[in-house]
């Protein structure tokens, strides 16, 4: 799990960096960059919407994950663990739960996350998660000037994803095929679609509650493709 644990030092560190921009900015410029930020998301979630060849098992995915989730009610126990953490970690950030979900889906959802920690599973050099750590440092300095300290929490379901795939993928090598992680990054783009909806706050969708779509997905392209 060497690449999974340098990936979250890197998170940490850029996070450390973002903090100090977060304190010093004023307002106006906390929000543009908020909105910045929002734009990615939505340029990002559109480029990776796009690998899909198959999208009746994207709509079908989706569709399915977000009467799970809404069933469930992840979004609820997503809310609740923010807020018990940022009342441990005495945080007075009011963006605090929108930085740690933001962060998260964007650290996991990308196909560099799920070929990296199998890559490195397989007892092969973790480069792709080494580069993705580059990445994930540099990005995660203007989340944090933005979102405040919530991002660098993000290391705790980045730890449990990524590094779950590392431990196990013997086992999930055989059916995470190249096809079945080009389904897994479209719909995990559509969901980074929404998120960057809810940043700049054109609309308000549940893009939590949809997180049952990137197993419903896996599922489903394992059966059809």
């Known amino acids: 799990m060497t ?20 304190a010093k900015l004023a307002q106006r410029f906390t929000r543009i960059v ?15 919407a796009v690998r899909t060849a198959h999208y009746l098992i994207i709509i079908f995915s989706v569709v399915i994950g977000a009467i799970l989730g809404e069933l469930i009610d992840i979004e609820k126990s997503i809310n609740r663990f923010a807020d018990y953490i940022k009342k441990k970690s005495r945080s007075q950030n009011s963006k605090f739960s929108e930085g740690l979900i933001t962060a998260s889906l ?16 397989l007892g092969g050099k973790p480069n792709l998660l080494l580069a993705k750590s580059v ?22 379901p980045l730890m449990i994803y990524q590094g779950g795939l590392t431990l196990f993928s013997g086992y999930v090598q055989h059916f995470l095929t190249e096809p079945v992680i080009d389904e897994l990054t479209a719909v995990g783009g559509i969901l980074l679609i929404g998120l960057g909806i809810n940043i700049l706050e054109i609309g308000k969708i549940s893009v939590i509650n949809m997180l049952p779509a990137l197993a419903v997905v896996v599922i489903l392209a394992i059966i059809f493709i």
């Open 3 to 22: 690449g999974t644990i340098i990936n979250a030092a890197a998170i940490i560190a850029g996070s450390s960096i973002g903090l100090l921009f977060h």
């Open 34 to 48: 908020f909105q910045g930020i929002g734009l990615f998301t939505l340029v990002l979630g559109f480029s990776m």
């Open 106 to 121: 964007l650290y996991c959802v990308g196909s560099m996350a799920i070929l990296g920690a199998i890559e490195e599973g």
């Open 135 to 156: 990445l994930d440092g540099f990005s995660s300095i203007a989340l944090t000037a933005g979102m405040g300290i919530g991002v660098a929490f993000s290391v705790v």
